[in-house]
C-alpha cells in the first residue's frame, strides 16, 4: 500500500524548557484508517496541528504523497476536537464550509451537501441551527463538513469524545460505514483504546511527554467490522497490548496536562 | 408552539403595562390624599390632558429632536464599529488609541458641548457631535470585544480550509461580534435621548430639551411631564426598532437557544 502521509523524525518545542514531540515517526497508507492514542499531554493534538498546518514542527518532516510540501495548510481536511459549527448559519450553510472556500459557487455546493445528508442522518435537519441538534447530529455536521472539503487525508480529534456510550458506538459504526464507501484515509486520534482498535487498521501508542511512538499494532480483525467484535478474544488481546505500554506510560507522566 | 408562543407575549408584554398601571395609580392616589402643589407634581390626568392640548406644540418640536437623534445616533454607529474594526485589526493602533477611547469617556461632555458650539453655531451638527460622543463609545467597546469573541478554534479550522485573513473575519469574526454589536447599539439607543436634550440644553432655539427649559421658566409643571414623556416614546421606540432589527437579523441568537433535540 503506497503511504499517503509519512512523518519523520518528527520534534516539536515550544522556547527552551518543553518538548512536546521527539522524534516521532510513522506512516499512514492510502486508505488506511489510523489510530493514534496516547495519555494527556503526549502531544498528540501538536501532532495532529503540524499535520493539519496550524504549527511548524521543530524538527524532522512530513511528507504528503511522498513529496514534502511548503505548507500542510490546505492539505489535509481537519477535524477540531470540537464541533466548531457557526450559530449563525444553519446545518447546511455550515456543512459547505469547505467547498464555499474553494470557490465552489452556492447552488453547486448547497446540491453536493444536499445529496450526502441522508447519509449523514441529517435529512430534515438542513435548515436547522445546529443549537437545535443533539450531540451526535453536531458531531455528524462536522463530519459532512470535513467530507465535503474533499481532502485525500482525515485528521478526526477525539470526535466522539464528548457523546454519551450510546451514541459513541453509534458514530463509531457509522464511520466505518462512511469509510468503507469513501476509503479516505482517516488519521484518528483518541485516548479510549477500545474505539481505536475497533476502527483502525493500525494504531500507534505514544508515551507522555515528550511524545514519541512507543508501539506500533497492527489490528487484523476482519471487516467489516461490528460492535460485537468488542467481546472476541481477538479484540481483547489487541486491547491488551496496547493498554500495557499506555498504562505505563501515563504513570511514568509526572503532571497530566493538556 | 404559537400558543405558548401567544402566551409568552402577553406576559411579556402584560408585566410591564401591568406594573406602569400600579405606578401611574399609586402617583393619583398620592395626589389625591396630599396636598402636594401641581407646580411641585401635577396629576396623571393633567399630564395627560397637557400632552394632548399642547400636541402641536409637543409635535413640532419632538420632530426637531428625532432628527438630531437618528443622525447623532447613526454617527455613533458607524464611528463606534469603525474605531472598533480598525483597534482590531492593527495592535499598534489599539495600544495607541484604546486608552483614549476610554479617556474620551472622561471628559464632562456638559463641558465640551458648548465648544462645539462654538465651532458650529446653533444648527443641527453640535447635536449630532454631543449625541456621538456620549453614545458611540459602548458601541466601539462592544464591537472590540465581540471581535474578539470568535472561537479560535472555528479560525484555525478556517485556516486549514485556505480561508484568508479576510475572508476568516467576514466568515468568522464578524457575525460572532454581531450580538455584542447589538449589545452596544441598544446601550448608544438610550444614551441618545440623553445626548439629544443636553445638546439642546446648552444651546438651542426649539427641540425638547429646548421645550423643557422654557416651560420650566414658566412653571408649567404639567407640560414639562408631558414633555418627558414624549421624550420617553421616542426613546423607547428607537429601542424597540433596534430590538427588532436585532430580531430580524439575528434568528439563530434568538431562535435557535430553543427547538428539538433527539
Known sequence: ?258 | MTGARARALVVNIGAPVGFAVLVVAGWALVKAVTDIPDTSLPAPGQVADALWEQRDLLWDNAWVTIVEILVGFAAAIVLGIGLAMVIHANRAVERAVYPWLVVSQMVPVVAVAPIFVIWTGFDLRPKVMVIALVSFFPVAVNTIDGLKAADPELLNLLRTLGATRRQRVRIAQLPAALPSVFSGVKIAAALSVIGAVFAEWVGASEGLGHLILVLNNQVATAEMFATIVVLAGIGIALYGAVLLLERLLLPWYHGGRQGLRD
Open chain 1, 1 to 258: 500500500m503506497a503511504a499517503k502521509l509519512e512523518v519523520q523524525a518528527l520534534g516539536k518545542s515550544f522556547g527552551d524548557d518543553v518538548t512536546a514531540l521527539r522524534g516521532v515517526d510513522l506512516v499512514v497508507g492510502d486508505g488506511e484508517i489510523v489510530s493514534i492514542v496516547g495519555p494527556s499531554g503526549c502531544g498528540k493534538s501538536t501532532l495532529l496541528n503540524i499535520l493539519a498546518g496550524l504549527q511548524r514542527p521543530s524538527a524532522g518532516s512530513v511528507l504528503f504523497d511522498g513529496v514534502r510540501p511548503d505548507t500542510l495548510l490546505g492539505v489535509t481536511g481537519y477535524m477540531p476536537q470540537r464541533d466548531c459549527l457557526m450559530p449563525w448559519r444553519t446545518v447546511l450553510d455550515n456543512c459547505t464550509l469547505g467547498l464555499e472556500l474553494a470557490g465552489v459557487p452556492r447552488r453547486a455546493a448547497r446540491d453536493r451537501a444536499r445529496a450526502e445528508l441522508d447519509r449523514f442522518g441529517l435529512l430534515g435537519f438542513e435548515d436547522h441551527w445546529p443549537a437545535s441538534l443533539s450531540g451526535g447530529m453536531r458531531q455528524r455536521a462536522a463530519l459532512l463538513r470535513t467530507f465535503l472539503a474533499g481532502r485525500d487525508v482525515l485528521l478526526l480529534d477525539e470526535p466522539f469524545a464528548s457523546l454519551d456510550a450510546l451514541t459513541r458506538w453509534q458514530m463509531r459504526a457509522w464511520l466505518l460505514d462512511v469509510w468503507d464507501a469513501a476509503r479516505t484515509t482517516i488519521v484518528f486520534v483518541t485516548h479510549d483504546v477500545e474505539e481505536a482498535v475497533y476502527l483502525s487498521d493500525r494504531v500507534y501508542v505514544m508515551s507522555g511527554r515528550p511524545g514519541t511512538v512507543i508501539l506500533e499494532v497492527t489490528i487484523d480483525l476482519l471487516r467489516p467490522r461490528t460492535p460485537a467484535a468488542v467481546v472476541t478474544p481477538a479484540f481483547a488481546a489487541l486491547q491488551e497490548r496496547l493498554l500495557a505500554p499506555l498504562m505505563s506510560a501515563a504513570t511514568s507522566q509526572p503532571e497530566a496536562g493538556a
